[in-house]
């Protein structure tokens, strides 16, 4: 009786010390911006193991900052991890994973800077893409319009290079986050939470070779149990903006290279709340272009005639990340 009392309460001190037997992650799992146990999806297809002495030159706060803007992560989760390991992901999942498509971006614009337009929800009745800003909200915007101001061709048919292949990872050192938990968008607040893991993983030293990571497990939204997935992950980033008019709604965007417009939201502050602009733009651009494209958005309220007391938004990386309370 004892011994077994002993056994019991030495396995209870090495677990909470983090140093519990491989597995799904738990918020015991990083300490301090490591890992510090081993951490298995899906049966070991991804693995994080501590990085022991190794040191990364992405600074952490850069990388947590990408992690927190991918577009994987944007919504609601109940948990999230975030720290430095050596990952190992199967290179048959990752070889096997379709990766789909880069957007392509060709204009008629002589200049390095293409010229798009953007209609609005509320003159449009195109297909509409929903955007959820950092503090929640959400609002839409329409769908490209065929034809910008300056002639060029938006969603153009060119086509697209060949998608290179998955960056591999094998016990390579790397800045990982994970969140778990997921509610169903939309709100429905009696719906169970996902079982699915959501990992994204960058390469320490270089903060490229971005993946996606996605377990298998069962959608927020309830149904079939759905297998594991890996694909290039997408930032979401604030982008400059400049209104068109003094009483129009419309502003002139600036979409990265290989980017494209996502939404625009009104940040919620002391004052009049700023509005921000968003892209949505691979980590790792792989379109063939380098040049921004000025895309111009339609019905960006409260713009029009009191749009010279709204301020700009903060460029650059959209925390759009919310763990509940607790997580």
């Not at 909200?137 to 292949?165: D, H, L, R, Y």
């Not at 939309?186 to 893991?197: D, E, L, V």
Request: hydrophobic share 40%; glycine share 12%; with cysteine.
């Amino acid at each position: 009786m004892l011994v077994v009392a002993a056994a019991l309460l030495a396995s209870c001190a090495s677990t909470s010390r983090g140093t519990a037997a491989s597995g799904p992650p738990s918020l015991s799992s990083v300490v301090k911006g490591r890992f510090i146990a081993r951490v298995e999806l899906d049966h070991g297809t991804l693995a994080v193991v501590p990085a022991g002495k190794r040191k990364a030159r992405l600074p952490m706060q850069v990388a947590e900052a990408m992690f927190r803007a991918a577009d994987v992560v944007d919504g609601t989760f109940r948990f999230e991890v975030f720290g430095l390991g050596v990952v190992t992901l199967s290179p048959r999942e990752s070889a096997q994973t379709p990766t789909g498509t880069q957007p392509t971006t060709t204009s008629g614009v002589p200049s390095a800077v293409a010229t798009t337009t953007t209609t609005g929800a509320a003159n449009s009745a195109a297909t509409s893409t929903t955007a959820t800003a950092t503090n929640g909200t959400t609002t839409t915007a329409g769908e490209p319009a065929t034809t910008g101001p300056t002639g060029a061709t938006a969603g153009s048919t060119g086509t697209a290079p060949p998608t290179p292949p998955l960056p591999r990872y094998v016990d390579r050192l790397a800045w990982v986050g994970i969140a778990w938990g997921a509610g169903c968008p939309g709100g429905t607040g009696g719906a169970a939470p996902g079982t699915q893991y959501v990992a994204v993983v960058l390469d320490a030293q270089t903060g490229a070779s971005v993946l996606a990571y996605t377990s298998r497990g069962t959608p927020p939204c309830g149904g079939t149990i759905q297998p594991p997935s890996v694909t290039r992950a997408s930032e979401l980033v604030s982008v400059p903006w400049q209104p068109v008019g003094p009483a129009s709604t419309a502003v002139r965007v600036t979409v990265p290279a290989c980017g494209t417009f996502f939404g625009w939201t009104d940040v919620t502050g002391a004052g009049t709340a700023p509005v921000q602009v968003v892209a949505q733009k691979p980590f790792d651009p792989e379109c063939g272009s380098n040049a921004p494209v000025v895309q111009v958005v339609s019905d960006v309220m409260p713009l029009g005639k009191a749009q010279a007391q709204v301020p700009h938004a903060v460029l650059g990386p959209v925390d759009v990340l919310r763990t509940l309370a607790g997580g």
